[in-house]
Every structure is written in structure tokens, then in C-alpha cells.
């Protein structure tokens, strides 16, 4: 645990109607890693997720993200910080290029970095004229990505990336994921995918019961 | 990175009218419901005299049932695929989500409150002409602000989570008692119903346009906090 | 973060017993008093003492809205945003609208027995009844879940946009009202000339509500403390078990 973590949680605590999703974390990850957050269905991984992008209050203990203490002011962060959660944030009746347009205006990325991100994601023309209600969930998620890589997020958190696509889709994913970390990311990926996340994190982290087991 | 609240809410308000012109929800559904309303009032009221009357009041009431339809859509946009979430986890700046959205109930409301008066026209034969005119359109501006930046504000509070929507009602209504009151007064002048003046209407335009900028200003300055979790 | 670890053995202070006697006394003297010992009005006839009730409930609903408004509006100004700011906020309101029923009950019984009708489009009765509805939807705000620091900011906010509102509603009501005159403006609030024993007896009224108003907000917001100290207690258990759910 370095000055310039990422990540710096200590015994975080983050409830939700009471119930406490996050029962006490620590975890500390670096600048570029690539960390895979595993556990089952229940241990918190979609909480840690979105306390890290400031979407949740953390009650106690110590909880700074990129600098900014989220137990203070989890608004800041944000503009930072990029999540995809298990729903895509897309509108349906909008096509690709739509949405992935409407997302670079209001944070304000230009139409290089739109053209950019849509050829990351694999998205061809005839693609990306098609409507986001049409799409299969792998072409979805992929627009899902394309309107994140948009935002040059310092710190991706992605919720299950890799759900309902099939290999192919899931090969990408995971090339998108090495790319953004090659480019300066660092990204951190809840998922139950652990022979195919091993080759891509670097770390793993075992979330159970609202508590870090272990990190290897 | 930020952008500025300018293009935001230019991005956003494009984004809701280009939604609502592919999925015609409120040309397909909301708009034949508040027709249907007007012609149930003149089964309820069944008098012609009396409706020609209250022609103004029933035209408002009918853009208010609207209303719930017209706020709980727009967020329905924003949250049926986590939107919402992601604009917030963007750190857009809420100012600008507020005045897209507000801009596209407004012109939403405009074209409900246009076939509203037609139709008011039409059943219970009221006519407008001359000075009448221009107080209508001031009116309908005024109100239909209003309208719009009351019902943005508190369609973020009611949006997403389970039991709130039923909340937009019991909130609203009461908010916007002042713009039923003054324009269908400003209306029945513009109407010249039972006698009212056209000149008569003016202050109740009035009273419309500062409710507009209270709450526009309001709006501007709280709707962060509501839609926040 | 702090956790407030607070020991409560009962909600009463020598001060609130205190003021609470001098509300009894007061309340006593208005009970009886306005039943027994002041004379009839030379025009309401015995009606008028329904005003003992009326005027102070009215009154007291009106100030349990400013005092909410005053105290959402110190929540967010404060650095802290202290939350007891928060919760007499949200106590007031609790009180308030049940003052508000009092006042919309009270008002509508005078008219029924001075006009005949049970509702008037009066303007402050109006009014206070769209306060009361304005306050069951900030009741319903509040209840919306949540930390207690996401409560606060949610309902400091719908308070202050009440605050705002009010005025606006009581202004399009009274120029509504001004179209529809009545030659004889006799209203439930305003215009009663009271002197002597009867006078005595509206101002104990208004006393003795002002110190019940007092004393219910300052029960309602420890209670509410005292809720906010045992959820925080509840979350050390659910932590507590989490973590040997975690073990096993």
C-alpha cells in the first residue's frame, strides 16, 4: 500500500437497508493493476463496486479513492472514476452511435476520441446504426464499454463484464481490459469467470461475506 | 473534463425528443388519454353553458392528469437501464440534466397543451381572438415553464426505487396548485368567459412567470441533491 | 467517521418536565375557561370558543413550518450538517401537521356552526390545507430509507422547496379569493375583537400550545435520536455476525 493507491480501503463498512453489504474492507490496489474481485453471489462485490465510484455511502472505517476521501465527499471522485454495473446505462431507442455520441458530449470528449472508442469495441459502421433495443447483450454491453472508454476513466470497475456474452465476446472484453490497463488504467472486475480472469488480472481478491479473504 | 452546463443539457434534452419521436409514447398514449379526459368531463358536467364556462379550468386539469404520464416517461428513460446511475457515476453536472430534461418536458407539455386547446375549442365551443391571443400564448409559456421545471425536479425524487413513483402525485399536486389557479384564470380571460376582460388576465401571467423562476431556480440548485442516493 | 455512542434513560429533562407543567396549567385554564368562564360574543354567540382552539393550533402550525424550514436550511448551511438539525426538522413536522389537523378541524366545525358549511375557500384555511398536505408528502420523503445523513439532505431540501412554495400557493389563493368578496368578511381568524377574561384566555391558548409545541418536538427528537443510536447499534451486531458468517 502505497501514497498513490488507487484503492485504500480499511475496514470499510457500507450498508444497504440496514444489511451490511461491506462488513469491514480492506484492500489496497495499486496504479495499473488489474485486480479480479471474486466471490459468490451475496459477498458484496456490485457494493465495493459502486462504493468505489461514490455511488454508496461508507459508514466507517477509511475509504479513499484516487486521493479523495469517499467517507467526506463521494461526488468528486466520480468524474474519475468509470462503472459498468449489471445494467448498461443505454437507451434503447437510441442506435449505437447515438448513444455513444450523446455520452462523449457531456463528458466532453471529442469526436477523435468517440471514432476511437467505437473501433476499440469493434464497432463498424453498419454496427453502430443499428438500435441498442435490437442488440444482442453482448453487442450491448460492448456499447456499454465503448460509451465508458469515452470518459478516459482513470479507474474502470467493471460488474461481471464477461455475463451473457459467448467466447468471442468475452475474448474482447478481456482485450479491451488489457489495453485500458496498458494505457494507463487501472481496472478492477468482479467476476465469477475465475480460469478466464486469471489470465487477464494480475491479482485476484477473494470477497466473502462482505470482507476480504485473501489477495494473491 | 467537465463540460459545460450549456451542452449538457443541450445533449440531453436532444436525446429525451429524439427518444420520445422514435417511441411516440407520448403521441400514441398520453396524448389520446387527455383527449379522452376532456370529452369524460363533458359526460360528468353535461351542460354546455357550464362547460363553455370552465373551459379553461378543465383544459389545465386535463394537462395536470398528463402530467404524472408525461414525468414518470422521462424517468422511466433515465432508469429502465440504469441511466440515471451512470450519469451520476459520471459526475455529469445535474444542473445541466436538470435543464435538458426541463426543456424536453417543456416541449412535450406544449404540443399536449396544443391539442388540449384545440379540442377545448372544438368540444365546448370556446373562441379566442385578438389580445386574447397573445394573453394565451404568454399564459401557456409561463405555466408550461413552470410545469416543466416542478415536474423535472420532483420526477428525479420519485424515479428508479420501488414505492416512489406513487409519491409523484402527493408531491406535485400541491406545488402546483398556483399555476392551476393562475392559469386558468389567465385562460378564462383570454376565453372571456362569464365576462372576464381580457386585461384581467395579465397579473395572473404574472404570478405564472414567477413561479417559473422560482423553481427553475430551485430546481437548478436542488435537483443534485434528489436525484443523489 | 464518529459513531455517537449516547446512554438514554429516559426522554425527560428537569426542563421539559418543567415546561410541560406550565403547559398543562395553561392548557387547564383554556379548558376551562373557555368552557365556563368567559361569556359568550355578542355576535359568534357561544361559537367563539371554538377561537381558544382555533387561533393557536393555527398559529402553532404555521411556526412548526417555519421552524422546519429554519432548521433544514441550518443543516445544510453548517460544515457539520449536524443532524440534530435534521431531526428537529423532521420532529417539527411530525407535530406540525398534527397541529394543522387540529386548526383544519377546529376552523371547519366554526363554520359549520357561523355559516352553515364545513369548508370555506378562506385563504389562510386553504392554505393550511395545502400545509398539511405538503407535509404529509415531506412525512413521506422522509420515510424514504436511507443513512440518516441521505434522509437529511433529501429533506432539507424538499422543506426549503415547501418553504418557497407556500407563499406562492397562499398568494394565488388570496388573489383568487379577492375575486369572489363576500360583503361580510367574517373570517375564522383575524377581525375578532376579544378584551378582558376573553383575551386572557386566546393568549393562554396561544402560551399553552406554544409550550406543548415545545415539549412534543423535544420528546420527538430525542426519540428520534435515541432510533438513529439503536440503528447504529444494530449495524455493529449485523457487522458483528457478518464477519463470523464469514469464519464458518
Known sequence: MSAHSVINFVDAVAVYNGYPALAGVTLSVERNEIVLLQGPNGAGKSTLLRACAGLMPVIRGTAHVLGYDLTVDRESVRERVG????????????TIAENVSFWSTVVGAS?????????????DGKLAERRVSELSAGQKRRCALACLVVRRAELWLLDEPHAGLDAKGRDEIDRIVKEAAASGATVVVASHEIERAQQLATRTVSLIAGQVRESQ | M??????????VAAKDLRIELRSR????????????????????????DVLQRVAGGLVWLATLFSLFMLVQRTFAVETYDGALDSLRVAGV??????????????????????????????LYRVNVNGSGVVLLVTCVLCATAGLAFVGTLYGGLTAGARGRETLLPLLLLPV????????????????????????????WVGVL????????????LSFGSLIEE | MNTETQTFTGVGTPATRLYGLMAIVALGWVLLGGLFFTPEDAVQGDAVRIMYVHVPTAWIAYLAFIVTGVASACWMIGKKHSIGFDRVAGASAEVGVLFMAMTLLSGSLWGRITWGTFWVWDPRLTTTAFLFVTYIGYLAVRGLGGTAHQRARRSSVIALLAVLEIPLVHFSVVMWRSLHQRATVLSPDGDIKMDGIMLF?????VFGFSVLFAWLVSHRQRIMAMKDAQQTTAIDVAVTERLKEAQS
Open chain 3, 201 to 205: 384566555t386566546l393568549l393562554c391558548g
Open chain 1, 111 to 123: 469526436a477523435e476520441e468517440r471514432t476511437s472508442a467505437m473501433e476499440r469495441m469493434a464497432i
Open chain 2, 93 to 122: 453536472n445535474p444542473q445541466g440534466i436538470f435543464l435538458g430534461k426541463s426543456f424536453a418536458l417543456f416541449v412535450q407539455l406544449l404540443v399536449l397543451e396544443s391539442v388540449l386547446f384545440v379540442a377545448a375549442v372544438v
Open chain 2, 25 to 48: 409514447v407520448v403521441t400514441n398514449q398520453v396524448l389520446p388519454f387527455s383527449g379522452l379526459v376532456m370529452v369524460m368531463f363533458a359526460f360528468a358536467l353535461d351542460n354546455d
Open chain 2, 209 to 220: 412567470a414567477v413561479f417559473a423562476a422560482v423553481f427553475g431556480l430551485g430546481g437548478l
Open chain 2, 176 to 203: 402546483v396548485a398556483p399555476v392551476l389557479i393562475c392559469a386558468t384564470r389567465a385562460t378564462e380571460s383570454a376565453f372571456r368567459s362569464g365576462g372576464v376582460t381580457v386585461g384581467e388576465g395579465w397579473p
Open chain 2, 2 to 11: 467537465s463540460m459545460s452546463t450549456s451542452r449538457i443539457a443541450r445533449a
Open chain 1, 83 to 94: 462503472l459498468l454495473g449489471h445494467q448498461n446505462g443505454l437507451f434503447g431507442e437510441l
